[in-house]
């Protein structure tokens, strides 16, 4: 008898194949012009030098070796128009405020009193305006980020608030990680002006690390708004939330739905290890074996795990059904740039109701 998780496995594969990323790069199918006259067709009438916008898309495409079909095409275009309306630098309103209101929280956190920080912004920056000028008139990530490069330069007070590193973690028309396109910076496709921070705030970077985060990595997810799920959550968050329902079915301990199976901060145990190492004896799995498999969580491989198997075989034998083997995260979206509450399941459904509007364009 073939297990019904064969046939998922077999069903997944052939309903991703169209938003599968490759696992590494693969010869193009068609020329640059093809792959670019396809995007034109896929993207909102009302996006300005459409031109430029599908020369970046394509490129990223070809030196990623990412299929330009319909369904990745679509993917992308979805999200870039979610998070910043195909804006290169999207303008994010009360900006200053907010990062006046970090830097005062930061002065705080560390005894800086806040006449010492006043009388710092005041001083005249690089640009021959004050940093307090400069603050109220920022009106996106890119130039905020500069502001604080440079005030982060001004010795010893900028290094003590922020530690040598820049509190905007993201930026471009996908709002990308910064982080995460400097681990991806081997294998840009343009000479660098300047840092990788600075080109993603260009369209041509924001675009092609924006990509690599969306599409750069293998999943086993029967549609791609788990993928946009990710996007906003991290890669596998919606496959991690599955396995942790699943523990949390068979241990009756309540977890939160994260995606998140170790402590990345801390070597000691988190809730969904130590609800995991509480099933040690039914899974005959020790803590340090348990340990090393949640480590592989952050990749595919994490699926061909014994503890991946084994908690799915014990959680369907108890629950008497299939469940299912990715489920949205349960995440609040936090940032002093969102004034609603929103959550990365919200997001996901948004990002589709956009995808699915895309596949309804005319195409080839």
């Not at 830097?103 to 307090?132: C, E, F, M, N, W």
């Not at 996007?231 to 977890?255: C, D, K």
Request: aromatic share 8%.
């Amino acid at each position: 008898m073939i297990s019904f998780r064969l046939v998922s496995a077999v069903l997944g594969l052939v309903l991703l194949a169209g938003c599968a990323s490759r696992s590494g790069p693969q010869p193009p199918s068609l020329s640059p012009e093809q792959a670019r006259a396809r995007i034109l067709r896929l993207l909102p009438a009302e996006v300005g030098d459409r031109q430029g916008w599908a020369r970046d898309i394509q490129v990223a495409f070809s030196s990623q070796g990412l299929e330009p079909s319909q369904s990745n095409l679509c993917a992308v275009l979805a999200v870039t128009e979610q998070e910043s309306g195909f804006q290169v630098d999207p303008k994010v309103p009360g900006l200053g405020r907010i990062a006046r209101e970090e830097i005062d929280r930061r002065a705080a956190k560390v005894h800086v009193p806040a006449l010492l920080v006043s009388a710092a912004l005041q001083l005249r920056s690089s640009t021959g305006q004050s940093y307090s000028q400069r603050l109220a008139e920022a009106r996106s990530e890119k130039q905020l980020s500069a502001i604080f490069d440079d005030f982060i330069a001004m010795a010893p007070l900028g290094q003590r608030l922020f530690g040598g590193f820049n509190p905007v973690h993201t930026g471009g028309p996908m709002q990308v990680s910064i982080a995460f396109a400097e681990t991806r910076a081997q294998g840009y496709p343009y000479p660098l002006q300047g840092s990788i921070r600075d080109e993603v705030f260009s369209r041509r970077g924001g675009m092609y690390f924006g990509i690599a985060h969306l599409l750069g990595y293998p999943v086993s997810y029967p549609q791609p708004l788990y993928r946009f799920a990710d996007f906003n959550a991290g890669w596998y968050a919606s496959r991690n939330a599955a396995f942790q329902a699943a523990v949390s079915r068979l241990s009756g301990i309540e977890l939160a739905l994260d995606g998140d199976l170790i402590r990345y901060d801390s070597l000691l145990p988190g809730s969904t290890e130590l609800a995991v190492r509480s099933l040690g004896k039914q899974l005959g799995l020790r803590n340090p074996v348990i340990r090393e498999q949640l480590e592989k969580g952050a990749s595919q491989a994490f699926e061909q795990t014994e503890l991946y198997r084994q908690v799915f075989t014990l959680a369907e034998r108890a629950a008497g059904k299939p469940l299912p083997r990715q489920v949205l995260p349960g995440i609040a979206l936090k940032s002093p740039k969102i004034t609603r509450q929103l959550t990365t399941a919200w997001f996901a459904k948004r990002v589709d109701e956009r995808y699915q509007r895309c596949l309804q364009r005319p195409f080839p």
